[in-house]
């Protein structure tokens, strides 16, 4: 099976635009996560999608939204970019369960930079 | 709130010796946790993970990991390091506001040296 990938890999935007990300989950895996990774807050939820609905939610302002289409692929968006904004965003996709036990798969990142 | 605290920012082994790299965990219900390693430039890839079936657990790449609820840890140990090993580790709990969220520890960078 193929992973999961990610879209772009790398990204370069300035403080006040907007972006979208994209994930394309494992086959068959129904759950998506996104994360935020950086050097200095480390790794960190964002939300978590099952089944085109959002589950659970991390503590991130309302700047930044996601959305899960039917065919499972999930993209993020971030609004008014903020120079804080730069990071690695990671997806990640479990089986059909979406359950605690699952095992999350996760795609290369999207490399986001904010000027 | 389930949590996890990664000791050791920094680890430093030489090749052949063993690899220690702890974890204890915080939470009010029996916990999922998870190993995960990253490589530069790399997605997270997991290397094992505990679900209450068995407490020690083996991994790929030689990882093993003891789940022990008296001392609220999960460790994880490979016998003998290879310089292929160098990498980030991350220690992860899962579940918390339902779901399958992942909370992660602050990570430990594994050094190998010859």
């Known amino acids: 099976k193929a992973g999961v990938t990610q879209t772009p890999r790398y990204l370069i935007k300035t403080r006040g635009q907007q972006v979208t990300l994209s994930c394309s989950p494992i086959s068959g895996h129904r759950s998506v996560s996104w994360y935020q990774q950086t050097p200095g807050q480390g790794l960190q939820f964002l939300f978590e999608y099952f089944s085109e609905t959002q589950r659970n939610k991390g503590n991130f302002p309302g700047r930044f939204s996601g959305r899960q289409f039917s065919n499972s692929r999930s993209e993020m968006n971030v609004s008014t970019l903020e120079l804080g904004d730069s990071a690695l965003y990671l997806c990640?996709?479990?089986?059909?369960?979406?359950?605690?036990?699952?095992?999350?798969?996760f795609g290369p990142g999207t490399r986001l930079t904010v000027l | 709130a389930q949590s996890v605290t990664q000791l050791g920012s920094h680890v430093s082994v030489s090749e052949g010796a063993l690899v220690l790299l702890r974890c204890n965990y915080s939470s009010s219900v029996p916990p999922y946790l998870f190993w995960y390693v990253q490589y530069p430039n790399q997605g997270l890839q997991l290397l094992l993970k505990?679900?209450?079936?068995?407490?020690l657990v083996k991994g790929i790449n030689g990882f093993e990991a003891e789940f022990k609820k008296s001392e609220t840890s999960f460790h994880l140990t490979k016998p003998s390091a290879h310089m292929s090993d160098a990498a980030e580790y991350f220690c992860a709990v899962s579940g918390g506001g339902g779901g399958n969220k992942l909370t992660f520890g602050t990570g430990t960078q594994l050094k190998v040296e010859l």
């Open positions: 990640a996709s479990s089986s059909t369960t979406g359950t605690v036990t699952d095992t999350q798969y």
């Open positions: 505990y679900t209450s079936a068995a407490t």
